[in-house]
């Protein structure tokens, strides 16, 4: 043990007296220390130099280019308007500028779905933008809430939207979009041997959801997620076609409204004002049972 204790205090006497002791005692530590020190002056020289040349104006921000992503056109975006606005926020050069906080600005505009943002040499950026594609409005004809194809909202109005592209109407709770999206593309789908398509979606605020088809008819579902059978609504709605010609052939083309929320069957509405006698008990709704 005493060994040990003297080895120890021997090797801090030992450590002190090389810390202490002066350098021109010991050249050997001295060349190391200058070269030491002349490489730390040359690497500040060197950040110097940097920092100055990107200071200089040939390195400011004199271009920015917008321009739609592969496969796009930009056609809800006036390039000179985003560009004035997002350039206005931008602080710094080609080196310092922020292209997160570039592409922040960009995403912040109405139409603007994704944007990315690259430096080109030496003094530009280029700006790739997507702009959203709308499918339907959300809560209303009026509404300054579109939803795109990807199930988004965002912010928009119908009247700028071109008469070429039919929006669909959709209504249902804030958080609800892509629920919205999943049940109009299974609808969409199930309704394609009519050749009928959605024209409106409405998902309550207790997931309750009902359409309107292209050629007018309305189609109840009610809230079927909830059941065990996931399958419950395919069930329901192949039942429909199984029996669809037979209420055809006694209601050709009088029929406006279905609904599909009975376990064994379904019922319709008649809109038709001049029914025989014998059909004036159906005219609000008849309900078509399985045999």
């Not at 039919?166 to 789908?189: C, K, T």
Request: charged share 25%.
């Amino acid at each position: 043990m005493m060994n040990i204790m003297s080895g120890f205090f021997n090797w801090c006497g030992e450590f002190t007296a090389f810390v202490m002791a002066p350098l021109w005692n010991h050249p050997e530590r001295m060349r190391k220390v200058s070269r030491f020190l002349m490489r730390c002056f040359a690497v500040m020289i060197c950040i110097g130099i940097l920092v100055w040349l990107s200071q200089r104006p040939v390195f400011a921000l004199r271009q920015v280019v917008v321009e739609p992503v592969i496969g796009q056109n930009l056609q809800h975006i006036n390039r000179q308007l985003v560009k004035h606005q997002v350039l206005e926020s931008i602080q710094g050069n080609f080196f310092s500028v922020k292209l997160e906080d570039v592409k922040r600005g960009f995403e912040s505009l109405p139409w603007v779905r994704h944007a990315n943002v690259r430096r080109v040499w030496p003094n530009s950026l280029i700006v790739s933008i997507e702009e959203h594609q709308p499918l339907g409005t959300w809560g209303g004809k009026d509404s300054r809430t579109l939803m795109n194809t990807s199930g988004e909202l965002f912010s928009g109005r119908a009247s700028e939207v071109g008469s070429s592209i039919q929006l669909i109407d959709f209504y249902g709770p804030e958080d609800g979009s892509q629920e919205v999206m999943r049940l109009y593309l299974r609808a969409n789908h199930w309704f394609k041997p009519w050749n009928s398509e959605v024209n409106s979606l409405t998902l309550s605020e207790r997931y309750a959801w009902h359409v309107k088809l292209s050629n007018g008819m309305k189609v109840e579902f009610g809230r079927d997620e909830e059941s065990s059978d996931k399958t419950l609504t395919e069930d329901r709605v192949a039942r429909l076609f199984k029996y669809w010609p037979q209420v055809q052939e006694k209601w050709l083309n009088r029929v406006d409204a279905i609904d599909l929320r009975y376990d064994n069957g379904f019922a319709v509405h008649l809109a038709s004002v001049s029914m025989k006698k014998n059909e004036a008990d159906g005219k609000k709704m008849t309900r078509s049972n399985e045999e």
